[in-house]
């Protein structure tokens, strides 16, 4: 294949392609990435690569089933190996090296940013090569792992406090308080929850 372009990357990429999988604390989670179109789907809509490295792909991959197949393998466990290492650090840990390791060995795999150019979608980085390599249909989601894992916004790591939700987000709330994925779904729930059992108790 031919080079692409990749996109800059938001800071909080990595967490965005680790939520693919959510309600990790239910039995069973909600899983999102359950075919290999879903993966490119996900690429496209969240800007890891542009439409037309995300068409060249699928291009390939229609003709080459199996390599589809094992690149969603592969994907998803890339995406539990910077599940791991956030979790650790939502719960306050610092990864260790075992939980390091996969991650590492991806981020091995990704393809170096060595050239900006210009794009219609603005200022982007340049792949010499694209092959149809899951590291580097993710190199923009292990960037950002990279990234953050040795930012000043690691402390901002953080887990949803509804233990069925276990959503991870960057918290750029102004005191760095945020506790809930959104106020709209798990902190309205805590919300209710508290406000129906005090009128219970209080009945």
């Not at 879903?38 to 080459?64: I, Y």
């Not at 690149?71 to 650090?89: G, K, P, Y």
């Amino acid at each position: 294949m031919t080079h692409a372009l990749v996109p800059a990357a938001k800071p909080d990429l990595c967490l965005e392609f680790v939520n693919t999988r959510y309600w990790r604390g239910s039995e069973p989670a909600t899983e999102t990435l359950n075919a290999p179109e879903d993966l490119l789907a996900w690429c496209e809509a969240n800007r890891a690569h542009l439409p037309a490295t995300v068409a060249m792909v699928a291009e390939h991959w229609r003709a080459h089933p199996r390599d589809a197949a094992r690149a969603l393998q592969q994907s998803v466990e890339i995406r539990e190996a910077i599940h791991n290492a956030f979790a650790q650090v939502a719960g306050g840990r610092q990864p260790d090296a075992t939980v390091l390791a996969p991650l590492n060995y991806a981020l091995a795999q990704a393809p170096g940013r060595t050239a900006l150019q210009p794009s219609a979608h603005g200022l982007a980085w340049t792949l010499p090569q694209m092959k149809s390599s899951v590291p580097a249909l993710l190199a923009s989601v292990l960037w950002s792992a990279g990234d953050l894992m040795m930012s000043g916004k690691l402390d901002r790591v953080r887990r949803c406090a509804n233990d069925k939700c276990r959503w991870l987000f960057l918290d750029d709330s102004r005191g760095g308080t945020r506790r809930w994925c959104t106020m709209s779904s798990c902190g309205n729930r805590a919300k209710a929850h508290r406000h129906y059992a005090k009128k219970k108790a209080e009945g």
